[in-house]
């Protein structure tokens, strides 16, 4: 019996190893296998420019900011017309950066308004083991077989105004794929079923808003107050899977499997969009915009847990944009306008400050001790993960800048550029 345990036990680490492999040659979440954009056991390059490590690159036709995700040897990535009214889907071939779909999902003969910052398709696509998720928002959400590539189902009857354009990417969990509408109008999670699309719940956020003028029942200071562009985060809280949610004015954990709202933390601030990150049994949560924080809270909490769960604020040096990454027990971020920290995860002590320069949309890459920090000029930063001190490894260059967060195949480095898709790698001496 013991030498039968033993055999099970083996076998379990060689499937779990097995799992992790996998994981590591893939990047189905625009934060990457883990969702919170850090990889092991790659060897990225870390310097390079148009003329040194690259492997291709391609053209994107259109506009759109969405995040390249990767999966059996291939990219995918979201764009459209910069009017809004044509929406694709691109799949790209990992190895040759040939492109092996570009087909219009939607056309939209009224599109909504969106800020000439964002896009038309700045949701990023979601991989499970079988199908690709692509969202564009409101105006619609599809499933594609990820062999195939046939279309499976469509959406396009979610009633949200995004006000200055979609940004929450889709989430998959269990038999479900979850979306978030955090528009001017309603302020909703749903969640459709994989295969068919069909709705299974919808939960609508239980925010005061305070803001309703008593003769128009209308925001008095506007959509951009209701508005949230995050994408949730899954953490298992004493055995209970919970769904971290950003919203406007709030932050939200769910009961993934029914919507059912566990807890809640209030704040001032709205139109958040980094991820949120989980680790030492917190999260830590951007606010969003105006006077901007970031929240280092307990997930432990039922019900309204704004006065007992935030174990920290930090005020200067919140990112907005660019979600965070975690490294030996250090929490590092950069700010849109080019502030890196090092912080304490349990304190919110800021233990460096370096001003390092750029505007900053893509969220942080953590690999091997190294970040990588992705301006909207081309210029691409890499410091040490080191909380003695700011050390800059390498800076590279490329024509045009990333709006969009990168993903990571094998021992290279899949960008998306406002103009280009790339594959970066480092070259091998014959």
Same mark, same amino acid.
């Given at each position: 019996?013991?030498?039968?345990?033993?055999?099970?036990?083996?076998?379990?680490?060689?499937?779990?190893?097995?799992?992790?492999?996998?994981? &590591?040659?893939?990047?189905?979440?625009?934060?990457?296998?883990?969702?919170?954009?850090?990889?092991?056991?790659?060897?990225?390059? !870390?310097?390079?420019?148009?003329?040194?490590?690259?492997?291709?690159?391609?053209?994107?036709?259109?506009?759109?900011?969405?995040?390249?995700?990767?999966?059996?040897?291939?990219?995918?990535?979201?764009?459209?017309?910069?009017? +809004?009214?044509?929406?694709?889907? !691109?799949?790209?071939?990992?190895?040759?950066?040939?492109?092996?779909?570009?087909?219009?999902?939607?056309?939209?003969?009224?599109?909504?308004?969106?800020?000439?910052?964002?896009?038309?398709?700045?949701?990023?696509?979601?991989?499970?083991?079988?199908?690709?998720?692509?969202?564009?928002? =409101?105006?619609?959400?599809?499933?594609?077989?990820?062999? *195939?590539?046939?279309?499976?189902?469509?959406?396009?009857?979610?009633?949200?105004?995004?006000?200055?354009?979609?940004? %929450? %990417?889709?989430?998959?969990?269990?038999?479900?794929?979850?979306?978030?509408?955090?528009?001017?109008?309603?302020?909703? $999670?749903?969640?459709?079923?994989?295969?068919?699309?069909?709705?299974?719940?919808?939960?609508?956020?239980?925010?005061?808003?305070?803001?309703?003028?008593?003769?128009?029942?209308?925001?008095?200071?506007?959509?951009?107050?209701?508005? =949230?562009?995050?994408?949730?985060?899954?953490? &298992?809280?004493?055995?209970?899977?919970?769904?971290?949610?950003?919203?406007?004015?709030?932050?939200?954990?769910?009961?993934?499997? *029914?919507?059912? &709202?566990?807890?809640?933390?209030?704040?001032?601030?709205?139109?958040?969009?980094?991820?949120?990150?989980?680790?030492?049994?917190?999260?830590?949560?951007?606010?969003?915009?105006?006077?901007?924080?970031? $929240?280092?809270?307990?997930?432990?909490?039922?019900?309204?847990?704004?006065?007992?769960?935030? #174990?920290?604020?930090?005020?200067?040096?919140?990112?907005?944009?660019?979600?965070? #990454?975690?490294?030996?027990?250090?929490?590092?971020?950069?700010?849109?306008?080019?502030?890196?920290?090092?912080?304490?995860?349990?304190? +919110?002590?800021?233990?460096?400050?370096?001003?390092?320069?750029?505007?900053? =949309?893509?969220?942080?890459?953590?690999?091997?001790?190294?970040?990588?920090?992705?301006?909207?000029?081309?210029?691409?930063?890499?410091?040490?993960?080191?909380?003695?001190?700011?050390?800059?490894?390498?800076?590279?260059?490329?024509?045009?800048?990333?709006?969009?967060?990168?993903?990571?195949?094998?021992? =290279? !480095?899949?960008?998306?550029?406002?103009?280009?898709?790339?594959?970066?790698?480092?070259? #091998?001496?014959?």
């Amino acid at each position: 019996m013991k030498i039968h345990n033993r055999v099970l036990i083996g076998l379990v680490c060689i499937m779990g190893l097995s799992r992790l492999a996998i994981a &590591e040659t893939s990047w189905p979440d625009y934060r990457g296998p883990k969702q919170d954009g850090s990889v092991n056991g790659v060897d990225l390059p !870390l310097q390079w420019s148009e003329g040194n490590q690259v492997m291709w690159k391609t053209v994107v036709h259109g506009r759109g900011w969405s995040s390249p995700i990767v999966a059996d040897d291939q990219v995918w990535l979201t764009t459209a017309t910069p009017d +809004g009214r044509e929406l694709h889907v !691109l799949c790209v071939d990992a190895t040759s950066g040939k492109i092996l779909l570009d087909r219009k999902l939607f056309q939209i003969a009224k599109p909504q308004f969106a800020h000439a910052f964002n896009s038309y398709a700045s949701p990023s696509p979601l991989i499970d083991s079988s199908h690709v998720y692509v969202s564009f928002g =409101s105006p619609g959400t599809a499933c594609l077989d990820l062999k *195939t590539h046939k279309t499976l189902w469509e959406r396009t009857d979610l009633v949200c105004d995004h006000f200055r354009g979609a940004g %929450s %990417s889709p989430f998959v969990y269990e038999n479900l794929i979850i979306l978030t509408m955090d528009g001017a109008d309603y302020q909703y $999670l749903i969640a459709l079923d994989k295969l068919t699309g069909n709705t299974v719940w919808r939960t609508d956020r239980s925010t005061d808003f305070g803001d309703l003028d008593p003769n128009t029942g209308l925001p008095k200071r506007g959509g951009d107050f209701r508005k =949230s562009y995050a994408t949730p985060v899954l953490v &298992e809280v004493k055995g209970q899977s919970q769904l971290i949610s950003p919203g406007a004015k709030a932050v939200f954990a769910y009961d993934p499997r *029914t919507g059912k &709202e566990i807890w809640t933390i209030r704040y001032g601030n709205h139109s958040s969009a980094a991820r949120t990150l989980v680790g030492h049994e917190m999260a830590f949560i951007n606010t969003g915009y105006g006077k901007a924080e970031l $929240l280092g809270i307990r997930i432990d909490g039922k019900g309204d847990v704004t006065d007992t769960h935030i #174990v920290w604020r930090l005020r200067k040096g919140a990112p907005n944009k660019p979600s965070p #990454v975690l490294h030996d027990g250090h929490l590092y971020t950069v700010t849109d306008g080019g502030v890196a920290s090092c912080i304490n995860p349990k304190t +919110g002590e800021v233990i460096w400050q370096a001003r390092i320069g750029g505007e900053y =949309s893509a969220s942080l890459l953590l690999s091997k001790g190294n970040i990588y920090c992705f301006d909207q000029d081309g210029t691409c930063l890499v410091f040490q993960a080191n909380p003695k001190e700011f050390k800059q490894v390498s800076k590279s260059e490329l024509d045009d800048g990333c709006m969009s967060s990168p993903a990571v195949f094998l021992n =290279s !480095l899949i960008l998306r550029t406002k103009t280009h898709l790339y594959r970066i790698q480092k070259r #091998v001496n014959k």
